[in-house]
């Protein structure tokens, strides 16, 4: 079982930097492939960003890439994700998640683990 918890949520202006935190339960924190989701209101869930146990591989929609950067720290059984040039459409929820296949969280199909997001707001 892992439990997942997400922190760092908040108000920020466009333009501006958020670094959202999900500190993971469990001593093989390694073996999980993490990813990130959003759900605006009234829209259904959108992947965000994922990344590999060891963190070799990542992955991002056109829509954050180059402005998104998805990390893990697995000493701390904690990942990242920093959001820079942020957007009012960037508003949502943003949910960590955890499941075994890495292809699992890029596809955001049946992923295992989910924690309860924390909410980001991006005022224009």
């Known amino acids: 079982q892992v439990q997942l918890v997400e922190s760092g949520g908040g108000l920020v202006q466009a333009g501006g930097s958020l670094r959202l935190s999900c500190a993971a339960s469990?001593?093989?924190?390694?073996?999980?492939?993490m990813g990130w989701f959003r759900q605006a209101p009234g829209k259904e869930r959108e992947f965000v960003a994922a990344?590999?146990?060891?963190?070799?591989?990542?992955g991002y929609p056109n829509s954050v890439k180059g402005r998104f950067t998805i990390s893990r720290d697995n000493a701390k059984n904690t990942v990242y994700l920093q959001m820079n040039s942020l957007k009012p459409e960037d508003t949502a929820v943003y949910y960590c998640?955890?499941?075994?296949?890495?292809?699992?969280?890029?596809?955001?199909?049946?992923?295992?683990?989910w924690g309860k997001g924390t909410l980001v707001t991006v005022s224009s």
């Open positions: 998640a955890a499941d075994p296949s890495y292809w699992t969280v890029l596809l955001g199909r049946g992923v295992t683990y």
């Open positions: 469990g001593r093989t924190f390694s073996s999980y492939a």
């Open positions: 990344i590999s146990g060891s963190g070799g591989n990542t």
